[in-house]
C-alpha cells in the first residue's frame, strides 16, 4: 500500500469531518483528560484496514495508542474485541468517526469476497475484483478483496488490455480491435475481450487472446463456451455476478468470476468504538 497515497487520502477524509476543529469534544474536555477505549465486532467478519485505523489517529495525534489484538484476514465472531485504544479523549473522539468509516468499509469488502471464495467450494475458481470501485478508494478496497482471499482485475486502464462492447461496436468487431491493438501495444501486455454471444468466442480464439470475459451469458451458454475454448484461454465469467450464482458458475469450469458488486455493493461491517 502506498503510504504517501494513503496519506494524502487520510488528510482529506480528515480535513472533510474535522474542518476547524471538533467543537464538541473541545468544549467538554480539556487538553489533558485521557480515555480508554475498544473496538468490538457486532456481527461476524474479516478484518481488514488495521493499520489504516491506526494511521487515522496517527495524523491527529501521535499520543493515541492503538493495540490490537488480531490481523488482517483474520476472523473475528460477533461480541469479540480486537482492538484497544488510548490516549487524549478529544483525539479519540474526533478520529472515531473516520477512522470507523474506512474500517467499516473495508471490512465489509474482505468479509463478502472470503464468502465468495468460500462459495466456489472445491473448485479451483478465482474470485475477482472490477474497477467498479469508490473513486478515490481503489487502492484501499482492491487491498480488502485481496485479504478477502480474491484477486486484482486490472487496477486502471493502463494495467491490461480489455476490449468491451462499446470498443468493439466502434472498432467494427473484435477482430479489427485485436488487430490495432497488436499494432500499438508492447507483446508483453495481456490481452482481454469481453463476449455476449458463440460467435464472439469463435472471433476471440481465432485472435489468440489471453482472456475471454463470458459477459451476463446463461449457464448454458457458459458450459458451450468453455468447451469450445477448451483451455485456449482463461475463461472469465461476468455480469450481475451474486453470491448465489458462484457456486453453480464455479462448477462450469471457468477460471475466474468478476463481481463489482463486491465493491460496489457490499456491506459496511457492524463495528461500534466505546470508551470505557
Known amino acids: 500500500m502506498n ?4 496519506d494524502k487520502l487520510l488528510r482529506q477524509a480528515l480535513l472533510e469531518d474535522v474542518g476547524f476543529g471538533d467543537i464538541t ?3 467538554i474536555f480539556t487538553e489533558d483528560h485521557e480515555s480508554k477505549g475498544y473496538l468490538i465486532a457486532k456481527q461476524d467478519l474479516i478484518l481488514a484496514g488495521l493499520e489504516v485505523f491506526r494511521r487515522v489517529f496517527s495524523l491527529i495525534d501521535e499520543n493515541v495508542k492503538v493495540t490490537f489484538r488480531n490481523i ?15 490516549g487524549p479523549t478529544r483525539s479519540l473522539l474526533t ?4 477512522a470507523l468509516n474506512f474500517l467499516q468499509r473495508l471490512i465489509g469488502i474482505a468479509t463478502e469476497t472470503s464468502l465468495y471464495v468460500e462459495a466456489c467450494g472445491e473448485h479451483d475458481t478465482i474470485i475477482a475484483d472490477t474497477r467498479k470501485t469508490t473513486p478515490g478508494l481503489r487502492m484501499l478496497e482492491k487491498y480488502a478483496i485481496k485479504v478477502g482471499g480474491g484477486k486484482n482485475h486490472r487496477y486502471g486502464l493502463d494495467s491490461m488490455v480489455l476490449i468491451k462492447d462499446n470498443h468493439i461496436k466502434a472498432a467494427g468487431g473484435i477482430l479489427p480491435a485485436i488487430q490495432k491493438i497488436r499494432n500499438h501495444i508492447s507483446p508483453y501486455i495481456k490481452i482481454e475481450v469481453e463476449v455476449e454471444e458463440m460467435n ?3 472471433d476471440a480464439l481465432k485472435a489468440d487472446v489471453d482472456i475471454i470475459m463470458l459477459d451476463n451469458m446463461s449457464l448454458s451458454m457458459i458450459e458451450e463456451a468453455v468447451q469450445v475454448i477448451n483451455r485456449q484461454a482463461l475463461v472469465e465469467v461476468s455480469g450481475n455476478i451474486t453470491r448465489e450464482k458462484i457456486a ?16 460496489h455493493s457490499a456491506k459496511a461491517a457492524d463495528i461500534s468504538m466505546r470508551i470505557e
Do not use: C, M, N, P
Open 25 to 27: 469534544s473541545e468544549a
Open 72 to 86: 488482517d484476514g483474520d476472523r473475528v465472531i460477533t461480541g469479540q474485541k480486537f482492538a484497544h485504544l488510548q
Open 200 to 202: 464472439q468466442v469463435y
Open 95 to 98: 478520529g472515531e468517526r473516520v
Open 3 to 6: 503510504k504517501l497515497a494513503l
Open 248 to 263: 453453480a458458475l464455479a462448477s462450469r469450469g471457468v477460471d475466474i468470476i468478476s463481481s463489482g458488486a463486491l465493491t
